[in-house]
């Protein structure tokens, strides 16, 4: 939980700017159109500026003006796009949703709401910004959850395949740079990006760039101002087109370029470390948590969805969750110990579930949610890390697995939306030439 509200504050910190085409003023150009919406030049030059911030020791590795711009623009109509597409798919986030989100995240740095304001306004963020920027994040979490659920599977040879694959238990630091085609690219496409990427690697071999420095300048993938950098991945996590040849690498070397579904790509081997090296190293992550079912009769969908609101409202009115448990719901196992679940992984209880507990915080209450079972209300009480047994080690190698896959499958979706979306860009270089701007 505690990374997904930083990620979330990060976001936030980064498209501040974001803001409703409703804040239009009358001098304010437009930046580009999406859809039927649009991006303000004020906008662009905020998100900008919030780059510049955070790389205000290290600006030597930011790209040209207009390059930057470029990316930072192409981040706001990706962001644009799926929010929109939340909304239009039923997605919604409520003001306490976002209340909590804010709290959740004051506590974390041990602010109160006050000061988590000031620190805001000292970075130049208004705090209604960083609002509608945490709302927009929100709704985009929400998406990829239903996306999941919906579109993500893991079998068990799969995970059976990736214990093995695990022996050494070696892990690994990777970054990589992406030059992107488009579905369907033409040959001259395909050239092109094969003398960029090309052109790309032979600055990296002469020296004359850090890969960190060429990933921000030109790679078109969406964690390109963060480097490049994939994180710490086990040999299973790292896609299978690489994960034999980064076994054999060492630190600062670098794969490719490699054709890929998104284009051609350059990893390098950042580091590489024993698992037992890791904090947390073995462990698994287990919730302890109380929940109100109420199993929804053929036809009466609706009215169960109302009682779970009725029932939250009260929770969060400060009714006692034990007791509206065992007044109401129908789970028979944990009604009369005021619906205890005890503590359980992530998976224990199913991906739907799961994914819910680890959405909220210690002490929070979720908003209503369907399983197949019916409605649930979850009040998540504690977290902790437990050393992993073999179901255990099961448990987090089918998790790893399927989000791999949801990386993957969630970036071939906006690459759809974006493809699929009306863009006009009326600024930089790049420019729609009919348009002008």
Known sequence: MKTFI???AAAAALFAASASA??????????????EDV????????????IRGQYATRQDQLPPQDILERQVLERLITLRLQTATAQRTGVRVSDQDVDQAIAAIAQQNNFTIDQLRRQLAGDGMSFDDFRDSLRDELLIQRMRQRFAQTRISVSDAEVEAALSAQATGAQYRLAHILVALPEGATPEQIQTGQQKIDGIKSLLDRNEME?????????DSPNALEGGDLGW????????????AVTDLQPGQIIGPIRGPSGFQLLQLVDRRDAAQSSGAGSVTEFQARHILLRAQPGDDAAAKARADSLRARIVGGADFAELARENSDDASTKASGGD???FTQDQFGPDFG???????????????????????VQ????????GNADNRRAQVREAIGQRKLEDEWDRYVRELRGEAYVSVRVGPNRDPEIGG
Do not use: K
């Not at 890969?211 to 790679?219: L, T």
């Not at 819910?356 to 197949?372: C, E, K």
């Open 39 to 50: 991006i303000l030049a004020s906008e662009l030059e905020r998100a900008v500026a919030n």
């Open 211 to 219: 890969f960190s420095a060429a990933a921000v300048r030109y790679s």
């Open 22 to 35: 409703q804040d239009l003023q009358p001098l304010d150009r437009i930046a580009a159109v999406v859809d």
């Open 380 to 387: 998540r009480q504690a977290t902790r890390q437990t050393a």
């Open 233 to 244: 991945r086990r040999a299973d996590e790292i896609p299978a087109a690489f994960a034999t």
């Open 341 to 343: 679940l005890g503590w």
């Open 355 to 377: 994914s819910q507990v680890a959405a909220i915080g210690d002490g929070d209450v979720s908003q209503p949610f369907r399983t197949q079972a019916g409605w649930h209300i």
């Open 6 to 8: 930083l990620s979330l």
